[in-house]
């Protein structure tokens, strides 16, 4: 049986850890958006360098912007799908943590119940001693009986009283809970926040490259308007 | 969290499978078991043996509360582990901060500067174009500039919020750790309570049986369940091993081959147990059916062993384990080993 208990005990533990396999539902996206971020950081470093030598009309100068540019997309959209990501997994998590502080509250309400029961259960015991510590005078051989009622009598104070300290654990834990789902929220919105500053911060980008890439253009009709490569300045 | 507690918990809502309780269900259990004989403690001083019937019938109503809460607790634990287990997740890495984009919005604002002042003021027309096109990547990186602060900003913001997270995952955390601890210790209390009970009506049963009646008894009432000779009682009351057992059609629980059906009735006599079982296992090849009897006096000891032997003439011995609940039996069995014969099977009962 004990090979059945440990099969039982392997397929159970694999239950429990199910919830942990979820821990980040968008692995590899935190990475790619790093490594998008240092590509394009490499490139918009080094442009200036990369093109002051290059003639105004010279085709590698605006393949050199536009190079830029496509990585500085590639980045904003990676940290996009990773915020997105994060987003979506702080909603989930804010939601998980609020069902739970929801069972912990009707928890709390069911332990005091239990309590009061054991109370009850201890009062018919109680009941029960009487009668048998009446009994026991007229048939002496029920003391062995009457010794393990009160026994039982203890044991059922002491649940109960164990169970006033579990409804107290409890009720801290249920504050925590509550803790935990406002600083989930509070993560929440920081994400969504970082989301939209992230959408603007996309739009001015792209201001920022057409008007380079624009300028670059003119640059080169500028200094060349017969189509003769000359150095700018 | 202990591989301890998970394993306990993980064998009571295992074979909660079987007996899922509800509350009510266990409050009923319990109700029925106080609403059994309120008088019984009064009733011993002067009863004779035939109260033994009633107190036997006491003590199954209170195994059976015993036993609903203790799977009852069980399961409330479980479910309560279930819900929290996200409590020890530790949160996915976040981005690296300190990206090098201000660095790079404050290199280039810095160049196009340059450039505006070296293009001064020149009235050249496409100076000028090129001049106001420079104008505007300087407002882009101006905005950049300021939209990239503010985003540092709120990255800080939800970097603090993360933080603060786990400080409060972290205190919910060790909170469940030691509400659990207590928990796990009302989980073990609940099923000694149960075994305190038997134990109590076992000895006011003893208390009844050992003294003559205190007043003649007319007719003996047909007993609840026939019992056998003190000494050699088990702990558990006998309705855990004698009656009709079956393996359940869905879901049941084994080790070895895997039972198509079995069939196992017990029976009691004066401490004297017999019975047999008829089974039979979804194997490959060889005989999938087994029969065998088996018989041998009840032992003071929760698991039971008796001697078996089969319709072909093998010997072996069975164990018979009451289960977490009243109503599950474990049986474990092996013969002689004999060619294309099932010789061993080990699987969880429910009484029929």
Not at chain 2, 46 to 66: F, M, S, T, W
Not at chain 2, 311 to 329: K, M, V
């Amino acid at each position: 049986m004990r090979k059945l208990i440990v099969i039982l005990l392997a397929g159970f533990a694999w239950n429990l850890k199910a919830p942990a396999q979820e821990a980040n539902p968008a692995p590899g996206l935190a990475e790619r958006a790093a490594k998008a971020a240092a590509q394009w950081e490499t490139l918009a470093t080094g442009l200036d360098a990369k093109i002051q030598r290059m003639l105004p009309c010279d085709p590698r100068l605006t393949a050199a912007i536009e190079e830029v540019s496509r990585a500085s997309q590639a980045r904003l959209a990676a940290m996009n799908q990773y915020l997105q990501a994060a987003a979506a997994r702080a909603r989930q998590d804010t939601e998980t943590a609020r069902l739970a502080l929801a069972a912990e509250q009707a928890s709390a309400r069911d332990l005091e119940t239990d309590r009061a029961e054991a109370e009850q259960e201890r009062i018919a015991i109680e009941a029960q001693l009487s009668d048998l510590s009446d009994s026991v005078k007229r048939r002496p051989e029920l003391e062995e009986a009457r010794a393990k009622l009160h026994s039982i009598r203890d044991r059922v104070a002491a649940r109960a009283a164990d169970l006033q300290s579990l409804a107290e654990k409890r009720s801290l834990l249920a504050a925590a809970l509550s803790d935990l789902v406002e600083a989930r929220q509070a993560r929440q919105r920081a994400l969504e926040a970082q989301l939209n500053a992230l959408a603007l911060e996309t739009s001015r980008w792209g201001d920022y490259y057409a008007a380079r890439l624009a300028r670059a253009r003119v640059e080169c009709e500028i200094t060349n308007p017969a189509g003769t490569s000359r150095r700018k300045r | 969290m202990s591989r301890a507690r998970n394993a306990v918990i993980a064998a009571a809502v295992s074979l909660c499978a079987f007996a899922a309780v509800s509350r009510e269900a266990y409050r009923d259990a319990y109700k029925a078991w106080r609403q059994a004989d309120p008088t019984l403690e009064r009733e011993v001083a002067g009863a004779g043996p035939a109260l033994a019937a009633d107190i036997d019938r006491v003590a199954n109503q209170a195994e059976k509360y015993a036993s609903a809460r203790s799977v009852f607790v069980s399961q409330s634990e479980a479910e309560q582990q279930r819900l929290l287990a996200f409590l020890q997740q530790e949160p996915p890495a976040g981005l690296p901060g300190g990206s090098g984009a201000s660095r790079i919005v404050g290199v280039e604002a810095a160049a196009v500067r340059h450039s505006l002042d070296v293009y001064g003021n020149d009235p050249d027309r496409g100076i000028q174009l090129a001049r106001s096109l420079l104008n505007r990547e300087n407002l882009a990186l101006g905005a950049l500039a300021g939209l990239l602060a503010d985003a540092q900003k709120t990255a800080d913001q939800a970097r603090a919020a993360g933080e603060s997270e786990q400080q409060a995952r972290r205190r919910a955390l060790a909170l469940w750790r030691e509400s659990s601890a207590i928990a796990n210790q009302q989980i073990a209390e609940a099923s000694q309570e149960g075994t305190a009970w038997a134990d109590y009506y076992r000895m006011l049963s003893d208390a009844v049986r050992g003294a003559a009646p205190a007043a003649p008894v007319p007719t003996l009432a047909p007993t609840a369940e026939p019992r056998p000779p003190a000494s050699a009682r088990p702990p558990l009351p006998l309705s855990r091993y004698v009656g009709a057992w079956v393996f359940p059609a869905a879901n049941g629980l084994f080790h070895g081959p895997e039972p198509e059906f079995v069939d196992l009735v017990v029976h009691e006599e004066n401490g004297h147990a017999d019975g047999s079982l008829f089974a039979r296992f979804k194997v490959s090849s060889g005989d999938p059916v087994i029969r065998f009897d088996f018989a041998g006096d009840f032992q003071p000891a929760r698991n039971q062993v008796f001697p078996l032997q089969t319709s072909d003439g093998a010997s072996g011995t069975i164990e018979l384990i009451p289960g977490a609940a009243f109503n599950l039996l474990e049986i474990n069995f092996q013969t002689e080993p004999r060619p294309g014969k099932i010789h061993q099977g080990n699987a969880v009962l429910i009484k029929k």
